[in-house]
């Protein structure tokens, strides 16, 4: 049993709520131990992992966020620098699973939230769960 820390940019209320069922139950399938940290933006997201993962108390990482295209450049600077942030921890050997959605419309978000569709929480755990098994198995 391993313990994962769900760190959500908290911007969509209910899109996240869905984005952590999926998560959760992945976890809870697995029987695994969750904590949930919020954060204020997906730009915050990587800080977070890496201060939490100094600290030791976590196994693993869940990334959980929604960007939604607007009409500035905000969207590509906040999706390609929160995925570049994670990217760069995980090439450091931390596990996570990458569940920020970066999408044009919230049609869009609906449907990778959902448990009942793409369920794209519950991928990022299942994601984080198996890197954390692989640095098991090369640590081995």
Do not use: C, W
Not at 34 to 40: A, L, S
Not at 106 to 131: V, Y
């Amino acid at each position: 049993m391993a313990k994962f820390l769900i760190v959500e940019a908290r911007f969509y209320t209910h899109l996240n709520d869905l984005l952590i069922e999926g998560a959760v139950a992945a976890l809870e399938a697995e029987g695994h131990k969750y904590e949930v940290v919020t954060v204020p933006g997906a730009l915050e997201i990587p800080g977070a992992v890496a201060l939490a993962a100094e600290t030791g108390r976590y196994d693993g990482f869940i990334a959980i966020g929604v960007v939604i295209r607007g009409e500035t450049y905000h969207f590509e600077v906040v999706s390609n620098e929160s995925a570049r942030g994670l990217m760069a921890l995980s090439m450091d050997g931390i596990p996570i699973g990458n569940g920020i959605l970066t999408v044009e419309n919230e049609a869009q978000a609906l449907t990778r939230a959902r448990s009942d569709e793409k369920d794209k929480g519950g991928e990022a755990a299942k994601a984080a769960i198996a890197m954390l098994a692989l640095r098991e198995k090369f640590s081995a």
